[in-house]
């Protein structure tokens, strides 16, 4: 079982990450899995229960296309299974199954290569792609993973899917009809699902951001996540992403003016993508602070595009501007900046999402300590955030990937004469809600995607130039653009 390609062997352009909630095993001894009536385990059962994958293992890979494995609900379905199974007896008086599970059930990620929006064909490519991923999940559920267990396809190491009868083999019909396993197995089978949840990591240049988080306050709806117990969740997602985008415009006109005055237009575009940034930590440490977040889900989804280098620092040591490279923001400035963004934006205060929390007092709220800084809160730590991402201060903590990408992104070509030194911030986009559950809708949210990195990243582009990129990238007839080398995998969200 190989791991995927470390993050030095990855250059994120476009890139798409699908999970699909369907297990993922491999063989395993039927360890502690003891005869019932004298019937012993099925092999099957031994991986079902024990063989379970690690972290973005590789399943399978082919042209522009890695299938890994992440860790969901079925990990925990499996281990209930296995305690009903641990509190009934078999023969000898022993228990039906005992000692604990070898491994967790994992499931699958599909992971496509990275893919440069600005290439010709790349539209072409990417579509190629979605294509394969519906065809394999279809090939999966045309043989009832609820029902079943058998080969993952085109899989040499992996399978998948519900081994019912060997389980009914096994435990005879009185023990496989007891309510407490048809509970276990039921819970299990509910949660293989022919829907898939979309993550996309973007190279986005500074002076794109404010499009971006154009695209998550306008195009975006939370409603389909909107679970009993977590009407906060979507709520907050919703506000914090009107609260960023309607402060982008005063960035630009009140604050990018004055903290650094003389700025080019394109420095100025590109100086309020990064206080855009910086505002969405702020805005994001609060929520996470007040305890706007499921019960196991990350901090790191405080904020609707998770930076993907080491720290905010790689932003003016990698991303900006040649010209805001050579800037330094003195420490008074950035104090009055962070008492600016604390007193006009109600969201960057724990307060404001307390009084949210408050509209829901069934939910549960899950605290924890600031998004960025050493266990501080409010204006002074968040001063310091924005010494960091300004004056490139690159030893000041804030939530980060598990695996950090070591650059930012080349930019095309094309564009390069009008970016002012800019390249690509790696930003995973994380508040993507919406599932794909038929043929052409995974596809449709690619596109959606691409376009919008393309608009980000020709947002300093002039016309002529920026639609003759556009319509050379978007023609479906055109030969696909080849994929970047590597996968790399986001952390996938827990609600």
Do not use: C
Not at 446 to 462: G, S
């Amino acid at each position: 079982m190989r791991r995927a390609a470390g993050p030095d062997a990855v250059q994120r352009l476009v890139g798409f990450e699908v999970e699909l909630s369907v297990p993922s095993f491999g063989q395993h001894p039927t360890t502690g899995l003891n005869t019932v009536g004298g019937r012993a385990p099925g092999a099957d059962l031994g991986g079902f229960f024990h063989g379970g994958f690690p972290y973005a293992a590789t399943v399978m890979s082919e042209e522009n296309l890695t299938i890994l494995t992440d860790h969901n609900s079925l990990a925990r379905r499996v281990r209930v299974l296995h305690a009903v199974l641990s509190e009934l007896t078999g023969d000898g008086g022993q228990p039906v199954a005992t000692g604990q599970l070898a491994s967790s059930m994992s499931n699958l990620e599909y992971v496509t290569a990275p893919f440069d929006e600005m290439a010709p064909g790349s539209d072409a490519a990417v579509k190629k792609v979605a294509d394969r991923i519906d065809a394999h999940v279809d090939a999966i559920f045309g043989r009832n993973p609820k029902e079943n267990a058998f080969t993952v396809p085109g899989s040499p190491v992996a399978a998948t899917g519900t081994p019912l009868a060997a389980l009914r083999d096994w435990l005879g019909p009185e023990l496989f009809g007891n309510a407490k396993v048809q509970s276990a197995i039921r819970a299990f089978q509910n949660d293989i699902k022919a829907e898939m949840y979309v993550q996309a990591t973007l190279g986005v240049l500074p002076s794109g951001l404010p499009s971006l988080y154009s695209f998550q306050a306008n195009d975006v709806s939370h409603e389909s996540r909107r679970a009993p117990g977590k009407e906060h969740i979507a709520d907050g997602w919703r506000d914090a992403a009107a609260a960023i985008n309607r402060a982008v415009p005063r960035l630009r006109s009140d604050v990018v003016p004055k903290l650094l005055p003389g700025l080019d237009n394109g420095d100025q575009a590109a100086l309020t993508g990064t206080l855009a940034l910086g505002l969405s930590y702020a805005v994001g440490s609060a929520m996470i602070e007040a305890g706007v977040r499921g019960p196991t889900a990350s901090t790191k989804n405080a904020v609707p595009f998770l930076l993907k280098l080491a720290n905010l620092g790689g932003i003016r040591r990698a991303a900006t501007t040649d010209a805001l490279r050579e800037k330094v923001v003195g420490q008074d400035v950035l104090q009055h900046l962070a008492a600016w963004l604390h007193s006009e934006v109600p969201e960057t205060g724990v307060a404001h999402w307390q009084g949210l929390l408050a509209r829901y007092p069934a939910n549960t709220p899950n605290p924890a300590g600031p998004a960025y800084g050493h266990g501080a809160t409010g204006v002074g730590n968040t001063a310091q955030m924005l010494d960091s991402l300004l004056n490139g201060t690159e030893d000041f903590p804030v939530i980060a990937p598990g695996k950090a990408l070591p650059k930012a992104d080349e930019p095309n070509a094309a564009i390069v004469p009008h970016i002012g030194g800019q390249k690509g911030a790696p930003v995973e986009m994380r508040w993507l809600t919406t599932r794909a559950t038929s043929p052409g809708q995974l596809w449709n949210m690619f596109k959606t995607i691409m376009d919008e990195a393309r608009k980000a990243n020709l947002a300093t582009v002039p016309s002529k130039e920026s639609q003759a990129i556009w319509a050379a990238a978007t023609d479906m007839a055109a030969t696909p653009a080849a994929g970047g080398r590597g996968a790399h995998q986001t952390e996938m969200m827990d609600l």
